[in-house]
């Protein structure tokens, strides 16, 4: 659940602290991105993290979704009607002397008419044919009744990183010569611009300018960004994120050669230690020689003895550095991690360089903010979920900071800054008083949060009769997104076992393409809804031609108005065909704005069911 990096230690820790900041151990599955160390296994198999996430996965049980609840009921309540229709016919059959085989045809085709022997077809036909519209819009439905539980769905309960955001660490901001520029375009794919403070793409005369500070950053660095392949579908990186993500920018610009190391050879490397919280390179430069530094803007402010400003270096004065900590202070609150960029020119004599000796006096150019930016799109279909009235509800391992200044960014809360609660305050609450939180009918953000957090959140809403959906890519969603009415899948970043806990893959990883799923939904249950109305309307109909044919039997011996064949026939040829139309029918204008239905709401009620009788009568009457 990282956006970024971690920094581990073998120090003790004496205070209890959720998973993620458990920075003395390492983890099954990670991967390491920098730096070396021996580890003490302490568990293995079921009892790992991963293995608790396993039997999490296995235990979480698997929920109706509200289509099968609602055509469970529906058949209840057709079977009931049913035999008490067949039962009175048979009996008033037998008194009118129709005979015991005539009687018993008679009752049981009236049964069969009065049931909707289609629906089960037309149910089938309304989603997998939703099913094949959403997987041309990227959706894959691993489940055919999910379709219609999006359309139900009033909590989405999502994961932060890869789903909301890229998982792509990328440059937003740079501060260079006192001005603050803006970058364009996310994660590590090279297309993007700089602007200016104006606004404006900078010119190729102004980048030239700021080539000096993009030099410095990229030369600090390791980390290699390449285009897709085989087996990656988008640029990936090669390294530490937050390097990739500074040669990324560079690349962008144009400042960076693709020839660069062998033209600048390094000539010593100094690694970054969270003590020092810097990293440096010597690199050769034809016939001179210069250190490239990045690191925390302290511990650089803290070596700096000149400041670039205006095309040279000038000393830095002390009001100098208490701006620039102020800067990176107000970057941090935004939820951007800042690295502070700077350079030395060495003396051309000696290849024997000391770190203490290099690292110091050193030119300070600038600052370098970046953030695992949210996907495109992602507001306007969180602002799209508001309309629809579903919550939105962030399920993240990151930190606090980070997960409200996404929120923020994506418009999480239309009522300012969303709520957030953490893992150790969710670790501290009973289940009375982490349910009071979710009934508040907010959008939350719960941060820090371990496995077992999240699945314990979807319950409580389930419990509170919400239908929740979970999104999410990674192992450590896999009990929530097998626990929830829907669990969605990311199809591109996802791992294969959060793919296989899911029962909906979006193959371009894309949240909107959810709210897209949301409304293929509710439209087929509104198309379904229309479907068993007409079909309980007409079999009414053919239930009060019956019953009036045997009153005329009965006061005038008439003949019989309809046969069981007849009602079979009309049922075949008149109904099964047109209203299997109806699950055709585009979702009415305003199917986003209106709320989720009610599961309380069901299909045959009071009002529904006045409307068939009355209808289903008068035709029953006008053919009689």
């Not at 991967?31 to 568990?43: E, K, L, N």
């Not at 979807?458 to 896999?478: F, M, P, R, S, Y």
Request: aromatic letters at 4%; charged letters at 20%.
């Amino acid at each position: 659940g990282e956006s970024m990096s971690q920094d581990k230690e073998s120090n003790a820790i004496g205070e209890e602290r959720v998973l993620a900041d458990r920075d003395n151990m390492a983890w099954m599955g990670p991967t390491v991105a920098t730096g070396s160390a021996t580890g003490v296994v302490v568990a293995t198999g079921m009892d790992t993290e991963m293995g608790k996430i396993a039997g999490m996965t296995e235990t979480a049980g698997e929920v109706q979704s509200p289509l099968q609840k609602e055509l469970g009921a529906l058949a209840k309540w057709l079977t009931g009607i049913a035999v008490a229709v067949c039962a009175g016919v048979f009996v008033l059959s037998l008194v009118l002397q129709f005979g015991f085989f005539t009687s018993l045809i008679y009752s049981l085709g009236i049964a069969v008419a009065v049931v909707p022997q289609a629906l089960p077809a037309q149910v089938t036909v309304a989603l997998s044919t939703a099913s094949r519209r959403l997987a041309a819009k990227k959706a894959v439905v691993k489940n055919l009744p999910s379709v219609e539980t999006l359309g139900s769905t009033t909590v989405i309960c999502t994961d932060k990183t890869g789903t909301l955001t890229k998982n792509e660490m990328t440059v937003t901001t740079v501060w260079f010569d006192g001005c603050e520029y803006s970058v364009t375009g996310i994660g590590y794919e090279p297309e993007g611009q700089i602007l200016g403070p104006d606004g404006e793409a900078l010119d190729q005369a102004g980048i030239d300018e700021i080539e000096i500070m993009m030099d410095a950053a990229t030369m600090a660095s390791n980390a290699e960004i390449h285009p897709p392949d085989e087996d990656h579908s988008g640029w990936y990186p090669i390294g530490d994120p937050t390097e990739a993500a500074l040669v990324a920018c560079s690349t962008k610009l144009g400042t960076r050669s693709p020839t660069e190391d062998q033209e600048n050879p390094e000539l010593r490397e100094f690694p970054f230690d969270s003590e020092r919280k810097m990293m440096s390179s010597v690199r050769r430069f034809g016939e001179r020689k210069q250190l490239a530094l990045k690191g925390a803007t302290d511990s650089v402010l803290s070596i700096s003895k000149h400041i670039w400003r205006g095309g040279e270096a000038v000393p830095i004065t002390d009001e100098d550095k208490n701006r620039i900590r102020e800067l990176a202070e107000t970057y941090s609150d935004r939820a951007l991690r800042v690295l502070a960029i700077a350079y030395r020119p060495l003396s051309d004599t000696g290849d024997d360089y000391v770190m203490e000796e290099v690292e110091k006096d050193v030119v300070f150019l600038g600052l370098m903010c970046m953030i695992d930016p949210p996907k495109e799109g992602v507001d306007e279909a969180i602002d799209a979920c508001h309309d629809a009235q579903i919550r939105v509800i962030i399920m993240t391992g990151d930190h606090a900071i980070t997960a409200r200044a996404v929120g923020r960014q994506i418009g999480l809360s239309r009522e300012g800054d969303p709520e957030v609660h953490t893992g150790l305050e969710l670790a501290e609450m009973d289940d009375g008083e982490l349910g009071s939180i979710l009934s508040s009918g907010e959008s939350l953000i719960f941060s820090r949060v371990n496995p077992e957090h999240k699945l314990r959140i979807v319950k409580i809403l389930e419990d509170q009769g919400e239908v929740v959906a979970v999104t999410g890519d990674g192992v450590n969603d896999a009990p929530a997104l097998k626990r929830a009415a829907i669990g969605v899948a990311m199809g591109q970043t996802g791992t294969d076992v959060a793919k296989e806990a899911s029962r909906l893959v979006l193959l371009d990883d894309s949240f909107p393409t959810l709210v897209d799923a949301v409304r293929e939904g509710r439209t087929i249950y509104s198309n379904l809804r229309k479907t068993v109305l007409a079909s309980m309307t007409t079999n009414t109909a053919e239930l009060s031609i019956v019953l009036l044919g045997l009153v005329g039997v009965a006061m005038g011996n008439w003949a019989i108005p309809i046969l069981a064949i007849q009602m079979l026939a009309i049922d075949l040829l008149a109904e099964i065909m047109p209203l299997t139309f109806l699950t055709y029918d585009p979702p009415s204008p305003g199917i986003m704005s209106s709320p989720p239905r009610s599961q309380s709401d069901h299909i045959m009620n009071r009002s529904s069911s006045l409307e068939v009788l009355l209808l289903g009568v008068l035709i029953g009457a006008l053919a009689f």
